[in-house]
């Protein structure tokens, strides 16, 4: 329990008239009275209703905290997913990212080209990679003739043909045109040893390749590893 709260009163006494047995004391000696007692209160408790309020406004201020760290992850998540996995003018698919170029070389400068920007000329690994090349090469194409150079070649062996990662052409991966390759060298006397893509009316099983004397200028494409 709290200590009891004592006050004290300073009160002086002074010796009665005629009466010299009665001791008091001096009137220089001041007597103290005690006068009051009265307990110390206990600080008021705050009402049921306040301590409800104060638990209330810590829910809430927890809530708040969470939708906030909420979507500060959320936000994080969306930062990374909408960063750029490939450089301007590269187009991400698959895994990689692909450069169509506006302008025509002859193969081995489309090469030079390419790996002067940290690439190569594109290998095809797949059919959903031939079919995504295939549609954005259509969409480009404004003649029949603009065709597009690809990492493909025989220029070493004829009839070898081996891309420019020097892994050799799946027979199961082959999209040849109708009568293609055909080595024609009646314009051309080291005959075509490069492959170049392209169909601005549709492929028929996406069969766009064909080809093409390598010093023969066309656009062309390149890849490299996206940024993942």
Known sequence: ??????????????????????????????????????????????????????????RVALLVLSVLLAAALTALGVTHETCPRCEDGWEPHGGKCYFFSSVTLTWNKSRTQCTSMSGDLVVINNREEQRFLQSRVRGKMKTDEDVFWIGLTDSKKEDEWLWVDNTGLDTSLKFWREGEPDNWAWDTPDGQDCVRMGEKDGATNLKSWDDKYCKWPQKYICEKPDKA
């Open 1 to 58: 329990m709290p200590e009891a709260e004592v006050l004290y009163s300073d009160i002086k006494f002074k010796r009665a008239r005629g009466n010299t047995d009665v001791a008091t004391p001096s009137t220089d000696e001041p007597t103290y009275s005690e006068v009051k007692i009265s307990k110390a209160q206990r600080p008021a408790e705050l009402p049921a209703s306040s301590r409800r309020s104060g638990v209330t406004s810590e």
